[in-house]
Structure formats: C-alpha cells, structure tokens
C-alpha cells in the first residue's frame, strides 16, 4: 500500500511514484521506480518536489528517520546537468519509438507470411505443385534474412486473435526451425529444405476431424486416427513434383522421438533425419505455448524448463541444449520481474545478447499502445527473475499480453 513521504527523507532502496509530474518533464525513465542512487533524490528536489508516494513492499530500504532529514540542505545540483539528462531521455524516446515502429512492422510482416501460408495449406491439394511454387518463396525471403547474419532478433509478435488456426502454427513452427537451423550451422540448401519442411509438418491433419485434433484425452482409436496424420500428410507430399526427400523426411518423422517412443515407425536417435529432429523441437515448444486450450498453455520460460526437464528424452540431446540457449533463459513472451521492482514482459531478444531484451512495462497510468519499451542493454535495472502470469494480478496479465498467445518473427542482424 503506497504512503507519502517527504523528498528529503528518501534514500536509495525507497521505490516511488512520481505520477503528478509530466512524463517529459522529468528526466527519469519511468514515473515509478526504486531509487539506486544520492543523485536521484538530488533530482526530485531540484524539481522542487515536496512529497512523493513510496510503496513499502517493494522497497528494499524505509524513509529517513525525522532526525537524518535533509531539510535545509542546499541541493549541489546543476541546472545544465538536469537538462543533459533530459535530453539523454528524449534521445531515448525516440529509439523506443523506432523499437515500437519496428515491431509493429514485423508484426504486420508475419501476419502477411502467415495469411499466404494459410492460402498455400488451404490450396495444397487441387494445386499441388503451384502451392509448393509459392511456398518456396515464402521460405526463400525468410532464409534470406538470416544467411550470414551476424545475430538473430525474436520479436514477439501481438495477434489480434487468441485462436488462429494452423497457418500461424505453421509460420511459427518455420521460423522457431530456422531459428534452431541457423544455431546449428545447416547451409543454405538444408536452410530452405527445413523451412519447407516446417511448413509442410501437419498438411495431414487436414484430413483429422477438429474433434479429434482438439481432445486432449483422446481414446486409443481417436490416438489411432490422430497419428495417421503423418501417413496422410506424406499421400499429400506424394502429389508435389519433385518435393527433395529431407522434406519429405520431415512431414513423415516430426512425431519420432529420440529414445524411440514416437510414431509412426519407432525411429531411435541418429536414425530420425536430422531435419526432422529439429523441426519436432520446434512444433513442441510451439505447441506447449499455444495449445488448443489455452488455459492449459506454459509460458516460454516454463516450455524451454519442461522440455528440457521432462521430454529431455524425446529429443537429439545437442540440438535441445542449442535450442535452450538459442531462445534464451527468457524468452519473447515471458514475464519477469526486474532489480527496479518493475513487472515487464520480454519482447525482442537477440542472440548476441540473450540477457539483455528489450522489455515491454507495465505502467497503468500509460496507455497499453503507448506501453514504455525498456531496452536492458543501456538500462540500470536487470531481471530479476521469470514469473508465471497465475501469480500477477489478472490486470497486468491482461495490459502486458492481453490475448495470451506466443508468436514470433525473425529477423537477421547484419
């Protein structure tokens, strides 16, 4: 519960809100924040403030007591330094406006991919070879972004929908594939034949009944009918002129598993292509993020520990490790809890710096589309740690990610 405490008995450690003072007209990042440091509090009372409201459960240190009060002190604070700092957050400013231009861009990107795959899927059975032809396409832009760049940047992508069908399943399964496919060093050729691949996984469950698909209990002869997805999705490969076999490879074996326990034909380790190995890690995590029910779903942290933790069997033991590193210890899509007290949610990471992602703010007094972007590579504050959306307060769920589901968009850095 907030209180109100005079400036001058601040110390580091005190986490405050500064909410009556305009967002511009103060040089801080945020307008409630843990103070870290003598020259903070020196800046409140250079802005002439008097009180601010402090939140004793999210501090780590109490106010001064009366008898340390810096009343009457001259503040030692320059009025050219304030404006330096000022306009170090203007410049800011402007780099989250490029940040939040930049993932409404790939979020406009993907939805373009996802709304192509979706017709390639929907006309893969009258025009076969023609669906295919475009595809390649679709897989060829994506490649080609990625070829000898020097990282790779996840966006979390915001949909408009929480239930969207097996097209984005698909374009997400394609890019988390090529994401893992590049980590793993594949060449361009295998690059583009996994990309196919990844998109082609599930054509077979065109033929499975919703029903059937959406049970998550499912009785041995609807468990009988839902594997046969595999065997159908290969009668459709069949129809595509000169599909390459480790595309083929990947729609037949996506469901076997490492140890041996997968379907359809009990494949042990080396002997499942390495394709397809790649492309079940990646149809996996996808599916634990966005099940049919979302209730049911994992965060991306919780997903990358499950697997890791629990199905470590079912998968190459190397390529998980390098998909678990290659995602991050916190994923797009994951919530966290930041050293400033501050509750965000994880979205754009880079390969080259998976501690440090840009980070989407919780702040009920700013409007979720105007939400702050925090980029933790030139920021104080640091995660803490990732925490389970069932343990935050259903509002801030519903500001940071209001339609629960996880996709993504790649991007090359060069």
């Known amino acids: 519960m907030k209180q109100t405490v005079s400036v001058d008995l ?59 009060s810096r009343e009457g002190e001259e503040v030692d604070f320059s009025s050219a330094v304030l404006h330096s700092m000022l306009d170090a957050k203007r410049e800011r400013t402007e780099r989250v406006r490029q940040q939040r231009e930049g993932l409404a861009r790939c979020e ?5 991919e996802a709304t192509g795959i979706g017709e390639i899927l929907r006309d893969l059975g009258a025009r076969p070879n023609e669906s295919c032809g475009r595809a390649k396409s679709t897989v060829g832009r994506l490649v080609d972004h990625l070829l000898d760049a020097e990282s790779v940047a996840v966006h979390l992508v915001n949909m408009k929908v929480k239930e969207t069908g097996p097209a984005h399943h698909a374009m997400n399964v394609v890019v988390l594939a090529l994401l893992l496919g590049k980590a793993a060093k594949l060449g361009e050729e295998e690059m583009r ?59 037949a074996c996506h469901h076997e598993r490492w140890d041996g326990n997968g379907f359809p034909n009990h494949l042990v380790g080396a002997k499942i292509p390495r394709l397809a190995r790649i492309a079940a890690i990646a149809n996996r995590y996808d599916n634990l993020c966005n099940p ?68 989407m703010l919780h702040d009920p007094s700013v409007p979720r589309n105007e939400a702050l972007l925090l ?36 991007e090359g850095i060069h």
């Not at 104080?380 to 996880?406: C, D, H, M, N, Q």
């Open 292 to 359: 049919f029910d979302l209730t049911t779903a994992k965060t991306p942290s919780e997903a990358v520990a499950f697997m890791f933790k629990q199905e470590k069997a079912n998968f190459d033991p190397e390529l998980l490790q390098l998909f678990v590193k290659e995602i991050g210890v916190y994923p797009p899509g994951c919530f966290v809890t930041l050293s400033d007290g501050s509750i965000g949610l994880v979205v754009e990471t880079n390969s080259n710096d998976l501690l440090h992602p840009l980070i």
């Open 375 to 410: 980029d933790l590579s030139e920021a104080e504050s640091t995660i803490e740690a990732a925490i389970s959306p069932a343990k935050l307060p259903v509002e801030v769920v519903e500001y940071l990610a209001p339609r629960g589901r996880i996709d993504y968009y790649i």
């Open 193 to 251: 034949w996994l990309g196919l691949g990844a998109m082609f996984h599930d054509i077979g469950k065109a033929d499975v009944p919703a029903r059937v698909l959406r049970n998550s209990r499912r009785t041995p002869s609807e468990e009988q009918f839902y594997q046969a997805h595999v065997g159908y999705g290969i009668k459709y490969a069949a129809a595509i002129r000169d599909l390459p076999v480790p595309v083929r490879n990947v729609i």
């Open 10 to 68: 601040l110390q580091p450690g005190v986490f405050i809100s500064i909410d009556e003072v305009r967002w511009l007209d103060h040089p801080f990042l945020l307008n409630r924040f843990r103070l870290s440091s003598e020259e903070q509090i020196k800046v409140l009372r250079s802005l002439g403030l008097k009180t601010v409201a402090w939140d004793p459960a999210r501090s780590t240190a109490q106010p001064l007591p009366e008898k340390n």
């Open 108 to 112: 406009r990107l993907f939805e373009q």
